[in-house]
């Protein structure tokens, strides 16, 4: 079965910390794009970091940089998003993404083919 299987979701304090895990299964991650995106109420999906495939660059969205970091390691076909500093403007679902090419080195929300489920982040004190 193929599927993303994501965990690490759940209650932050301003301020506070979350990793949030999302385990491959079916399908490989190495050496393709893939992506952390999140969609709060009433807003559209964004990109939130994305990590190549080919380089090992990452990229993040102006609002998390310097406060999130993604990472992921391709011998347990897992990517992570650790996530510092968490603001109330960060509530949202989060999903992980893969790219649909192999090689790739951009995340662009059209392109991503395997999508996990998602997972509620809030940030309330």
């Known amino acids: 079965q193929l599927q993303f299987v994501e965990s690490g979701g759940g209650l932050a304090q301003p301020g506070g910390s979350l990793r949030l895990s999302c385990a491959a299964s079916?399908?490989?991650?190495?050496?393709?794009?893939i992506g952390w995106f999140r969609q709060a109420p009433g807003k559209e999906r964004e990109g939130v970091a994305c990590?190549?495939?080919?380089?090992?660059?990452?990229t993040y969205a102006e609002s998390v940089k310097g406060r999130f970091t993604i990472a992921r390691d391709n011998a347990k076909n897992t990517v992570y998003l650790q996530m510092n500093n968490l603001k109330p403007e960060d509530t949202a679902v989060y999903y992980c993404a893969r790219r649909k090419n192999w090689l790739t080195s951009e995340c662009p929300d059209n392109e991503m083919g395997y999508w996990g489920e998602g997972t509620l982040v809030t940030v309330s004190s």
């Open positions: 990590a190549s495939g080919t380089t090992g660059t990452t």
């Open positions: 079916g399908f490989t991650l190495e050496y393709y794009a």
